[in-house]
């Protein structure tokens, strides 16, 4: 399966002279974790979030014409939206929020409580996730509003930068030295500042990037702890709270997976 957001990766990647894929998973930007970035030059809203236009609304009738078969993805979590998502010719489509927050969930219980706390107090879909710039990778990433958390400036500004997982690094060949030999190198730009910079980084890509690696580790209860503290965790969902609200009847009680597929069905 690729995961994609527009047609134009879904027909180069089906013609693919090697294996096309099985199928794709088209992602809207609302969707939690990673989006794709919109189209054209990155523009941003007064909150610092990518602004997307319908430019990055994909062509599902041409993606169905395209053949293989398709899940939708992204605010997709309720049964009108599944029945939507069969209309326009998909397969089915891919949950993510409404999972992450049900008691199944390998989600630290005290940041899924801390959502439905945010829930409860009456903290609207917006105030509750942002679109950031903190993923190293440079695509965007959605973060949960949560104190404690690496949302929180003042939490990401006292942790010490540090790279010791690695799952993102960028891997770049070094400028020729005297000897024209050029050096395999790895880089994140959540890690010192220096060290990036010395690895052909450009200082203002280090800006505000947060280190999802531990801090994802963090958010399901495997946090690494440095000088007896645990790192800080980052919280991600997507941007549809709309089921987390109904099944937790606006977050006064928790819900299982069971909840979700009968919600889903529709039964
Ligand atoms: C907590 C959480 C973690 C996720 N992690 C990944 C991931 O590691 N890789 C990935 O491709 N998608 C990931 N996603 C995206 C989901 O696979 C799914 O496409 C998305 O959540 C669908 O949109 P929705 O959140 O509106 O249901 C994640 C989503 C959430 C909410």
Same mark, same amino acid.
């Given at each position: 399966?690729?995961? =994609?957001?527009?047609?134009?990766?879904?027909?180069?990647?089906?013609?693919?002279?090697?294996?096309?894929?099985?199928? &794709?998973?088209?992602?809207?930007?609302? =969707?939690?974790?990673?989006?794709?970035?919109?189209?054209?030059?990155?523009?941003?809203?007064?909150?610092?979030?990518?602004?997307?236009?319908?430019?990055?609304?994909?062509? %599902?009738?041409?993606?169905?014409?395209?053949?293989?078969?398709?899940?939708?993805?992204?605010?997709?979590?309720?049964?009108?939206?599944?029945?939507?998502? @069969? !209309?326009? *010719?998909?397969?089915? +489509?891919?949950?993510?929020?409404?999972?992450?927050? =049900? #008691?199944?969930?390998?989600?630290?219980? =005290?940041?899924?409580?801390?959502?439905? /706390?945010?829930?409860?107090?009456?903290?609207?879909?917006? $105030? @509750?996730?942002?679109?950031? %710039?903190?993923?190293?990778?440079? &695509?965007? &990433?959605?973060? $949960?509003?949560?104190? *404690?958390? %690496?949302?929180?400036?003042?939490?990401?500004?006292?942790?010490?930068?540090?790279?010791?997982?690695?799952?993102?690094?960028?891997?770049?060949?070094?400028?020729?030295?005297?000897?024209?030999?050029?050096? @395999? &190198?790895?880089?994140?730009?959540?890690?010192? +500042?220096?060290?990036?910079?010395?690895?052909?980084?450009?200082?203002?890509?280090?800006? !505000?990037?947060?280190?999802?690696?531990?801090?994802?580790?963090?958010? +399901?209860?495997?946090?690494?702890?440095? /000088?007896?503290? #645990?790192?800080?965790?980052?919280?991600? %969902?997507?941007?549809?709270?709309?089921?987390?609200?109904?099944?937790?009847?606006?977050?006064?009680?928790?819900?299982?997976?069971?909840?979700?597929?009968?919600?889903?069905? *529709?039964?």
């Amino acid at each position: 399966m690729a995961i =994609a957001s527009l047609q134009g990766l879904v027909q180069i990647l089906a013609e693919s002279l090697s294996e096309p894929p099985d199928g &794709f998973i088209i992602e809207h930007h609302t =969707a939690g974790g990673h989006n794709a970035g919109p189209q054209g030059p990155m523009k941003l809203d007064e909150l610092g979030q990518p602004i997307y236009s319908e430019l990055d609304e994909p062509d %599902l009738q041409a993606i169905r014409g395209i053949g293989i078969p398709f899940w939708l993805a992204g605010g997709y979590g309720n049964h009108e939206k599944i029945q939507l998502a @069969l !209309s326009h *010719g998909a397969t089915g +489509v891919q949950v993510g929020s409404v999972f992450a927050l =049900a #008691e199944e969930s390998g989600m630290k219980p =005290a940041y899924r409580t801390a959502i439905l /706390n945010e829930i409860k107090k009456g903290t609207d879909d917006d $105030a @509750l996730v942002r679109t950031t %710039l903190f993923s190293p990778t440079g &695509f965007p &990433f959605k973060v $949960a509003q949560l104190d *404690g958390t %690496l949302a929180d400036d003042t939490v990401y500004q006292t942790r010490t930068r540090l790279c010791d997982i690695g799952l993102l690094q960028q891997r770049g060949l070094s400028k020729p030295d005297e000897n024209g030999k050029r050096r @395999l &190198f790895h880089r994140c730009s959540a890690a010192p +500042v220096e060290s990036f910079v010395k690895k052909r980084g450009l200082p203002h890509n280090t800006e !505000s990037r947060r280190c999802l690696c531990n801090g994802l580790m963090s958010t +399901v209860g495997l946090g690494q702890i440095k /000088n007896q503290v #645990e790192e800080p965790a980052i919280v991600t %969902l997507g941007n549809h709270l709309d089921s987390i609200r109904r099944l937790s009847h606006q977050g006064q009680h928790p819900y299982w997976v069971s909840d979700v597929v009968q919600d889903l069905l *529709g039964d």
